[in-house]
């Protein structure tokens, strides 16, 4: 199978694509729907809210997504929001599992992405849940349309090349996997190679990055 590479760049950009097909408002009964993309060796789910909050309104709901076992490393997380969100508070947290504590609580009021830096990249036992929360705080208006697009970044240890650093790792950071001399690179010129960057927790395109 080929491998596709993307940059973080085009992740974002592949989730912001998504926004031009929620224009038609739904109704706050209507339940999000889910889509299903795999490639190798990142596979990418993303789920759709859209919904009306009526003013002082608190809304709170939860999302499990499937990932496969093998793919059991989260590798970026990208949460996208669009409305009408002036005065409206949204945060996102993330599970592992029934785990009663998050792992790590994003500001969805604004679109953002999260990559974990290595090491510390979080390794799912199960599978992982996002909790949203929303407040409305406007009380100029009866209610607000808001929709919400989250899409995990799931990863497998795939390292076809054996160069130490896995395929998922090479695609968000512009590297190869088909090409092992790779590991020595130093695109940034900051003095330390990719394969030490990614060991220890750094963006090897980034010069201010290191290890």
Excluded at 79 to 94: P, T
Excluded at 146 to 158: E, G, K, R, Y
Excluded at 163 to 191: K, T, V, Y
């Amino acid at each position: 199978m080929m491998k596709i590479k993307k940059s973080v760049s085009q992740v974002i950009s592949g989730a912001l694509c998504c926004i031009g097909l929620l224009t038609v408002p739904v109704n706050a009964s209507q339940e999000g729907f889910m889509s299903t993309a795999i490639s190798d060796p990142i596979m990418r789910e993303t789920y759709r809210q859209s919904f009306f909050i009526n003013k002082g309104q608190r809304k709170t709901f939860w999302h499990t997504f499937s990932n496969t076992q093998s793919y059991n490393q989260l590798a970026a997380f990208v949460a996208i929001s669009y409305g009408d969100l002036l005065s409206v508070s949204c945060k996102v947290s993330l599970f592992d599992g029934n785990s009663r504590y998050a792992f790590k609580q994003l500001n969805c009021s604004r679109s953002q992405q999260w990559d974990p830096m290595t090491p510390d990249v979080p390794v799912l036992v199960s599978t992982l849940r996002a909790k949203v929360e929303i407040y409305n705080a406007d009380w100029t208006k009866p209610s607000k349309h808001v929709s919400l697009i989250l899409t995990p970044n799931f990863a497998n240890q795939d390292d076809v090349d054996q160069d130490g650093m896995p395929a998922w790792f090479e695609i968000l950071r512009n590297l190869s996997d088909n090409n092992a001399l790779d590991a020595a690179s130093d695109s940034d010129n900051d003095g330390y190679t990719a394969l030490e960057e990614y060991l220890g927790g750094s963006h090897p395109e980034d010069a201010n990055s290191t290890p």
